[in-house]
């Protein structure tokens, strides 16, 4: 695997993943037996060109999607095996493994902020109560202790990505999976985005793990390790040198 870090404790081990599409003649290997691992507290940037399986990987890593082989395993008590196993059967992966941050916000505009945080947590089979506990201290975390009775529309899209990232993280999962978080902000957002992952991160109590998809290597640098994608496998953990002068100028 490629790993390079000082914490000492996987939380998440992705071995020999390999996923295709179409028949025949037609058929396109996208994940060619991708290997990574994931520390606790750790935040990871992954980072290729557009179609080499960044998103597919996300989706098989997050139970939705199956690989055609290899295997996952998120250290949970008990764990989490998984990989070769359809949606359907990984439900727990889904409710106490990984939580989701997308480029869209998917908040529903009727409902206020803390609203959003809480009926997630109620869709999950958590009671009332307790929901309206975890999606406070959820939004407390992300610094909307403020802006918790606020209208989506009545939040920048900074603000917004945070109600989001609190609705992911309430739900007390390990790992948190973003697929372009930044992508609708402007770069001062998106930056704060990147803090509010690392602050997370470093949680002494319930530190979490990101695993991140961007195209931005500047806010990949900033991440604890990065891993390029490239020919369907995890080609390199430094960035620059894989991809060579192509980023030079960039940070």
């Known amino acids: 695997m490629i790993r390079i870090g000082t914490l000492q404790l996987d939380v998440l081990e992705v071995s020999g993943i390999k996923r295709g599409f179409g028949f025949g003649a037609n058929r396109l290997e996208v994940l060619k037996g991708v290997d990574l691992s994931l520390d606790k507290g750790e935040l990871v940037a992954l980072m290729g060109p557009s ?7 996300l989706n098989i890593i ?4 199956k690989a055609d082989s290899g295997n996952i395993k998120i250290n949970l008590r008990p764990s989490l095996n998984y990989g070769t196993k359809p949606p359907n059967q990984v439900i727990d992966v889904r409710r106490r493994g990984v939580g989701w941050i997308f480029q869209d916000f998917h908040l529903l505009d009727h409902i206020t902020s803390l609203e ?32 918790m009775m606020f209208m989506p529309n009545e939040l920048s899209g900074g603000q917004q990505q945070r109600v989001a990232v609190a609705r ?36 002494k109590q319930n530190p979490i793990s990101v695993l991140m998809v961007t195209h931005d290597p500047i806010l990949a640098s900033k991440a ?22 192509s980023l030079e100028g960039q940070t």
Do not use: H, Y
Request: glycine share 10%; aromatic share 2%; proline share 2%.
């Open 224 to 245: 604890d390790r990065m891993l390029l994608m490239r020919d369907g496998i995890t080609a390199a953990s430094d960035i620059r040198s894989a991809w060579g002068e």
């Open 116 to 147: 959003n945080v809480i009926l997630s947590l109620e869709l999950a089979g958590v009671g009332s109560r307790e929901a309206e506990q975890r999606a406070i201290m959820a939004m407390k975390k992300v610094d909307l202790e403020d802006r």
């Open 168 to 203: 992911a993280i309430a739900g007390s999962r390990p790992i948190l999976l973003a697929d372009e978080p930044t992508g609708n902000l402007d770069v001062k957002a998106g930056e704060s985005i990147i803090s509010l992952f690392k602050e997370l991160c470093s949680d």
């Open 62 to 65: 997050g139970g939705l999607l």
């Open 51 to 57: 179609g080499c399986g960044k998103s597919t990987l």
